[in-house]
């Protein structure tokens, strides 16, 4: 599997930025995606996530009402719409496939991928 991130990049505190991820080497309607992020010094969390006919998105507590998840299965590709952007959403972005496991979701493949960095100045 080949995991393509972008969008990142510097924005200001309440700015917005759409980051995102190509996903080849596999058939990629046949997986629920999402997105998780790893800031400096922290280990990587679970953002977003989206199921394989777009139908259900689940976000984290910091997540809910500022950022939006989305794919399209004709591109091979899911996005991550953030808006209201806050200092502490500084982390590099990746896309996985998602599975919900002992009640929390977490990344289904082994490779992550480059990322995409977003850095928030306050």
């Known amino acids: 599997v080949q995991l393509q991130a972008s969008g990142g990049g510097l924005v200001q505190a309440g700015g917005s930025l759409r980051v995102s991820c190509v996903v080849s080497g596999r058939t990629f309607s046949n997986y629920n995606m999402g997105w998780f992020r790893q800031a400096p010094g922290k280990e990587r969390e679970f953002v977003a996530s989206i199921d394989w006919r777009a139908s259900s998105k689940s976000y984290t507590d910091s997540a809910k009402g500022r950022f939006t998840i989305s794919r399209d299965n004709m591109k091979n590709t899911v996005s991550l719409q953030m808006n209201n952007l806050k200092p502490e959403d500084t982390a590099v972005y990746y896309c996985?496939?998602?599975?919900?496991?002992?009640?929390?979701?977490?990344?289904?493949?082994?490779?992550w991928g480059q990322g995409t960095q977003v850095t928030v100045s306050s």
């Open positions: 996985n496939a998602v599975q919900f496991r002992d009640g929390h979701y977490e990344a289904k493949w082994d490779y």
